[in-house]
């Protein structure tokens, strides 16, 4: 195959990642409706499945022996989807989205920065493995994510015991139903997320891309596409804390991941084949997210050119990390 018609398949691929996507968020939202559950807790739901594109491609880059790929991809999906979530926030700026979550966002930003701490140290210290080939880094990492998102259910279902929500929307649709939609959406995302490693890899090869380069922005932004229909949908629907929580719940999982990919790959620990840039792109995640922090815990009802100033600098701070990263290849 010829690189023009990978270039083709590869566009497919994104394109379909994006329609699949739709369908994911439509039934991820209708079961939000039928369970009765928190925003928050849908926000882990919906975050994992619209990662496992990142999930799939990590994987797949394991099984082609591109490690770095399969960091850099999950990491770039990482940044990729603050960035959507900046752009989101300045299209919504008259509505100042991130005045109106609750403690739910709240905690997954402190879960997501813990997370990328701990993979900036894994990234940067030498670590002798802890488990066979298993870094330290690794089993950290499950272990936080695991508390955190039990911490997070617990203090945001405290919240809704009382609550009660009608099924207005999806009247038409039993549970059963919905639930077997969102499966097969899900399937769907993961058979198009591996199309995309595969194709992001020969194009990483035959142009001369360094692979972590296309794992972070080229890989990272076709399979973040899932995080931005999942929030774009959310904020329509104005569940505004649904829609923050299912992107940082995403971040969240996504980060997770990384230990998943160190198991796969058995011939040392992971961390040690990261490439420099990943290490930009995990510190321009940490500083976004901090970013973010400080638009939803400062002051409300700020005027709309008060209020972007914090996402416009989040948008600038991605294109820094891509053009070092690039410079970087």
Do not use: C, W
């Amino acid at each position: 195959m010829n690189l023009f018609l990978v270039f083709v398949l590869f566009i497919i691929a994104a394109i379909a990642t994006y329609f699949v996507a739709t369908r994911l968020a439509m039934y991820g939202d209708a079961l939000s409706e039928k369970t009765k559950t928190s925003s928050a807790f849908m926000g882990i739901i919906i975050g994992a499945a619209i990662s496992l594109p990142e999930l799939t491609s990590s994987v797949t880059a394991i099984a082609i022996d591109s490690p770095d790929l399969a960091i850099g991809n999950l990491l770039g999906s990482n940044l990729f989807n603050l960035l959507a979530l900046a752009v989101l926030d300045i299209v919504y700026r008259k509505e100042q989205i991130m005045g109106k979550t609750d403690i739910g966002s709240k905690l997954y930003i402190y879960l997501v920065i813990v997370m990328t701490l701990i993979v900036v140290a894994g990234l940067s210290l030498t670590l002798p493995a802890s488990v066979f080939h298993i870094g330290y880094s690794s089993v950290i990492l499950v272990f936080v994510y695991l508390v955190g998102i039990k911490l997070i259910n617990k203090k945001t279902e405290e919240k809704v015991k009382r609550k009660s929500r009608k099924n207005e929307q999806y009247n038409d649709f039993t549970y059963k139903k919905v639930l077997t939609r969102f499966i097969l959406s899900a399937v769907g995302i993961m058979i198009v997320g591996t199309v995309l490693t595969l194709t992001a890899d020969r194009i990483a090869t035959e142009t001369g891309l360094g692979a972590s380069f296309v794992g972070s922005f080229l890989v990272g932004a076709s399979t973040s596409l899932p995080d931005a229909v999942s929030v774009a949908t959310a904020l329509k629907l104005r569940n505004y804390n649904m829609g923050v929580s299912s992107l940082l719940g995403s971040n969240a999982f996504n980060i997770m991941l990384l230990s998943f990919t160190d198991v796969l790959y058995l011939e040392t620990n992971i961390f040690r084949h990261a490439s420099m840039s990943n290490i930009i792109t995990t510190v321009s995640s940490v500083v976004v997210i901090l970013v973010i922090l400080y638009s939803i815990t400062r002051r409300n009802h700020r005027t709309t050119f008060y209020y972007v100033l914090p996402p416009l600098t989040i948008v600038i701070i991605y294109f820094i990390a891509t053009f070092t990263v690039y410079q970087m290849r």
